[in-house]
């Protein structure tokens, strides 16, 4: 038995089951464990991730996708334990969680995934978080996600847009304004399908170079973020009150006086 | 075989290890698969659940707290599949994911709970989160928290707000401007402990009440909203640019011209 193997079947009461106890037709308790988290990471190429959310988003939605394309594409290639997870929970987060517009599904289920194989989730989510806000998207070639896949509409490339968010609501809004689209247009769903895949894509890369060691930080907050931070967050901060780290000006747009910046 | 294990144990390959594989040290490929979603949800009591969820966010944070206070409960109670469940990567989402501010993390783990078990999440969801903006958190009696664990701090009772808002920046910032505590505070870790346990119970309400048939929609949107979303969302409206659901007034506070309600 190999050791991830090995790793992923250990609870109490494991895998015995005796024919005693279904001729009483007692009720069998089984409770079965899976490795701790994180689950091992293993390499996987960024494209065929990103094809694989593209699809996914027509299927269950932009949570779904960069989880199911990132894990599944783990599950497909290597099984247990990555086999075992429920996939479909994650269409929860589409739009937003159930359509509210929160946090992007997108970046919602590039989190989870992160959560589940990284060793350092918070450094992972952070590049991702602040990519994401500053990139425009989508970003992925089309070309790489063609499928051959009758139930997938193919890609059409589309208008991109810096949306300084990770907000469902602001992101879409923006792209919105520059599309001249509405939220339940054919481009939307296009924009949407290709920004899982693009940031499938981009999670599958930081986590390769968290994997080989190659990891670095790019991605770093604005000068005006990091000037609200010095007064609103952090202990020694003189109002403490801040909870975040998404970029300040996108909703705080009327700064005036002491935060004429 | 009781119908739940058979379910939750089918999947190519199986749980077959052959002695000869293992001598030959050979790679086992094993791609188990667990019941299908939803999985099936058993009544709880909601202040058990309560109370595991504030010891839970003493642990990994608030997403975990509500997330594992329901599966691990039923993982507890009932066994495999829940206890397949790798519990800990709910830590991504504590306070708004890795710390962004984004969807509050309770939240955010009554959503992913909800979207695991639910048979109808869009409706659960919602009715949870129009009952989180509106009503003063946290709720719960901390009577029912006391845990007997020397991990977990004693509740202490707090000062409860009400956000108009799903997002941990603005809950947050609305709590610590009426408690005149700090984010860092550990007034604001009973806060948003508490409040997963409010949010645990809730939900954990709304999922019996979905089992017992009792199910009835309490929360509507605001007027206020509505009269938003007339123009902004929906195929039929003038501009359907609004993608989502949370209260609008709480950050569009610039109300003018047109939109002077």
């Known amino acids: 038995m190999d050791n991830s193997r090995r790793k992923a079947l250990t609870g109490i009461g494991g895998l015995a089951l005796s024919a005693t106890s279904t001729l009483l037709a007692a009720p069998v308790f ?28 027509h299927k269950h939605g932009c949570m779904y996708a960069v989880f199911e394309a990132i894990i599944g594409e ?15 929970m994650m269409s929860y987060g589409a739009s937003g969680v159930a359509s509210w517009g929160t946090l992007c599904g997108t970046l919602n289920g590039a989190a989870a995934a992160i959560g589940l194989v ?11 978080y602040i990519w994401s806000e500053e990139t ?26 810096i949306s300084g968010s990770v907000l469902c609501h602001i992101i879409v809004a923006k792209w919105c304004k ?6 339940d247009s054919y481009e939307k769903k296009q924009r949407c399908s290709q920004s899982a895949a693009s940031v499938a894509k981009k999670t599958v890369e930081l986590l390769n170079a968290e994997l080989n060691g190659t990891f670095k930080t790019q991605y770093r907050f604005t000068q005006e973020t990091k000037s609200c931070f010095k007064c609103h967050t952090g202990t020694t901060s003189v109002k403490n009150n801040s909870q975040g780290k998404m970029q ?5 747009t009327n700064l005036t006086g002491i935060h004429n910046l």
């Not at 783990?74 to 479909?88: C, I, K, Q, V």
């Open 178 to 183: 520059k599309s001249k689209k509405g939220i």
């Open 30 to 57: 089984s409770n079965e464990k899976v490795s701790s988290v994180p689950w091992e990471y293993k390499e996987l190429d960024s494209n065929l991730v990103a094809a694989r959310a593209y699809r996914g988003y």
């Open 136 to 161: 425009a998207l989508p970003n992925v070639d089309v070309a790489i996600l063609s499928s051959n896949n009758s139930n997938t509409p193919n890609p059409v490339k589309g208008v991109s847009s």
């Open 74 to 88: 783990l599950a497909d290639r290597f099984g247990t334990p990555y086999s075992t997870f429920p996939f479909e």
């Open 118 to 128: 990284s060793k350092n989730p918070r450094k992972l989510i952070n590049e991702l």
């Open 248 to 252: 300040c000006t996108t909703c705080h």
